[in-house]
């Protein structure tokens, strides 16, 4: 039995709302006191980073990238812990009680909060943003098999710092000597060189854009495409104004709501089909499965946890003809096809308008395309020559 493992027995008490831990963190859910506070200069000490390394691959420029997180959602210090483990358990459904609405979200991060570990599971890749909101909320991260993770996956987080801290969750005598510390040291990597900004520096740094203005976002995220919101979300905040990005995504930015009322936390579907699971007790009382064809009403990924609702709504010229003569007189320093859909010329009438113009105005060096590992060999053009993988997997 793992030590994770041993704490499922919470479940009963989690589902029925009774409280397994001394007490809460503090009141209301989002408030917390720090574990340690003359820490506080420690967070300023900066600690460099070393780039990723870049690939080239038949004339095309291969940069490996990541999922980020927004600052806003990382804490300025390790809370204070109430709990060894925290009670969400990636692909046990019963432990999914967090419902996609604000409440939910707020509770979904006190949880981590509160915890000194968060189980990370592998899937379909190493990259999930679960990662980031355990980070973020000052806890740690517990993967079993983190010394399987390759240097070209999670490449922005300290590794050496995820398997000390797999080190120390794996102990079974209840004790955690030196947490505090490696805490806190992996809380200031996150706070230095996992946040949404970050990420946008580094896309535009490594495309040798560091100096960009004007960047023009073709921004038909899918369901799920966490590296098209979390890159959106940063250039934003890097750019200002100077980011135009089509199609406005409504979820994105903040909602204006009157008070007391809800969010509506729905999108129409913008592929094929869209899945999504939802949690727990504010809604059903357990998780629930859902599934909308293309254009169809669906809740927006994840509830729109860790990227949704956040981005300030500037003042952005976003008309066709607007944009046909920007691009057309080069007025952006760069192009962003944000996935691999967008750059073989998918999507709706307007993105598939937008591409056919970029291409044709611009040159594949002043196009940058993001896009997964698992996208290789599907017909993404070759001609373009700025690609950032997630997930790269180097073939002999």
Known sequence: M???????????????????????????????????EPLAKFYRE?????????????????????????????????????????????????????????????????????????????????????????????????????????????????????????????????TWPGYAMLAAELLRHTQQHLTTEALARYILSASGRGHASKVLYISHCLHGDYQCYVSLHGLRRVLGDGLVDIPRLDYMYEPHVAPMQPIERRMLCPQTSCTVLSGGRGD????????AGEGMPVAIYGGGFSYAYRLQDLPVNRSLSALRRSLASHEF?????????????????????????????????????????????????????LIFMLDLVLRA
């Not at 059903?284 to 599934?291: I, Q």
């Not at 944000?338 to 308008?353: C, D, I, M, S």
């Not at 937008?354 to 040159?363: C, E, G, I, S, T």
């Open 46 to 174: 900066t600690v460099p980073v070393d780039s990723p390394k870049t690939w080239t691959c038949e004339g095309t420029s291969v940069h490996p990238i990541s999922f980020a997180i927004p600052s806003e959602d990382i804490v300025p210090c390790v809370p204070e812990k109430f709990t060894d483990f925290a009670s969400l358990l990636p692909g046990v459904e019963e432990t999914y009680i967090f419902p996609m609405t604000s409440f939910g979200e707020m509770e979904y991060k006190r949880m981590y909060r509160e915890a000194r570990f968060g189980v990370k599971i592998r899937r379909q890749g190493w990259e999930t943003m679960r990662i980031y909101e355990i980070l973020a909320a000052g806890s740690m991260p517990y993967i079993e098999k983190v010394e399987q993770i390759p240097p070209t996956a999670l490449v922005f987080v300290n590794k050496t710092l995820l398997k000390a801290a797999r080190e120390l969750g794996g102990r079974k005598d209840g």
């Open 333 to 385: 320093d760069a192009v962003i096809f944000p996935n691999a859909e967008v750059a073989q010329g998918h999507g709706p009438r307007e993105v598939r308008l937008l591409v056919h113009l970029a291409r044709q105005h611009y040159q594949p060096k002043d196009i940058i395309v993001l896009a997964e590992d698992s996208a290789v060999g599907r017909g993404e053009p070759r001609e373009l020559e």
């Open 2 to 36: 793992m030590p994770w493992q041993s704490h499922i027995w919470h479940l009963p008490l989690l589902l029925t709302g009774e409280a397994v831990a001394e007490q809460a963190p503090t009141v209301p859910p989002y408030a917390f006191r720090c574990q340690n």
């Open 284 to 291: 059903t009382g357990k998780a629930t499965f859902g599934m």
